[in-house]
Each structure stands twice: as structure tokens, then as C-alpha cells.
């Protein structure tokens, strides 16, 4: 049986998801910016990816860019969700089970919505 975390732990979980918080938005802003060249790039050319040399190296960074970005999406939206539950109080406790999730669990993934228990059945 998991025991529950203490208010200095719950504290540093907290600064962790906080700084996690604002990796994530460091992140996906410069992917914005990396998004915008692309995007610069290809209307630059007018020559259509067919014909143009750089048209395939472009699209494959275009989707390798989108595919991170929806990556960063679903981590920042599991951070808020984290933080909003630490707001609530419900932090710490499994979302499906209602059980404590172990302290360790939450050190390595602070973000962690189920107990290590509910996990491997997903
Ligand atoms: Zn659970």
C-alpha cells in the first residue's frame, strides 16, 4: 500500500510540473518558429515539390515538426491537468482507482494520473 505524500514532496512535485509546465512552452514556441521557416521556405519557391529539389526534404520536416508538436500538446495538457489536481487537492490519487499513486512514481513522472496498479492494465 502506497502511503501519501507529504507536503514538502507534494511542494517539489509542484516546482517540478512548474518548470515541466515551462519547458514545454519554451518548446513549443520555438517549434512555432521552426513551423513559420518552413512554411516561409516553401511558399518562397514557386516551383511545386515535384520539381523542386528541396519540396520531399521540406515536407518530411514539416510532418516530423507536426508530429512533435502534437507530442508537446499532449505533455503540456497532461502537466495542467497534473497542476489543476494539485489545486484541487486531489493530486497524488489515482484518477480511475482513487488509490495514492507511489511517491516514487510521481518523482520519476510527476504528470502520473494512475497508480502504477491501473497503468499496466491500460
Ligand atoms: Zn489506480
Known amino acids: 500500500m502506497a502511503e501519501r505524500l507529504t507536503d514538502a514532496q507534494l511542494a ?43 519540396g520531399p526534404t521540406l515536407s518530411s520536416e514539416w510532418s516530423r515538426i507536426s508530429g512533435l508538436s502534437t507530442e508537446l500538446e499532449a ?17 497524488g490519487t489515482c484518477i480511475r482507482c482513487g488509490q495514492p499513486i507511489a511517491p516514487d512514481r510521481l518523482d520519476a513522472l510527476p504528470a502520473a494520473e494512475l497508480c502504477i496498479t491501473c497503468a499496466r492494465q491500460t
Do not use: K, N, W, Y
Open 12 to 54: 517539489a512535485l509542484e516546482r517540478a510540473l512548474h518548470r515541466q509546465r515551462t519547458e514545454i512552452t519554451a518548446a513549443a514556441a520555438r517549434m512555432a518558429g521552426s513551423l513559420d521557416d518552413v512554411r516561409a521556405a516553401r511558399s518562397g519557391s514557386d516551383a511545386d515539390d515535384e520539381h523542386d529539389p528541396e
Open 75 to 91: 505533455r503540456a495538457a497532461s502537466v495542467e491537468g497534473a497542476l489543476e489536481r494539485v489545486a484541487a487537492g486531489t493530486f
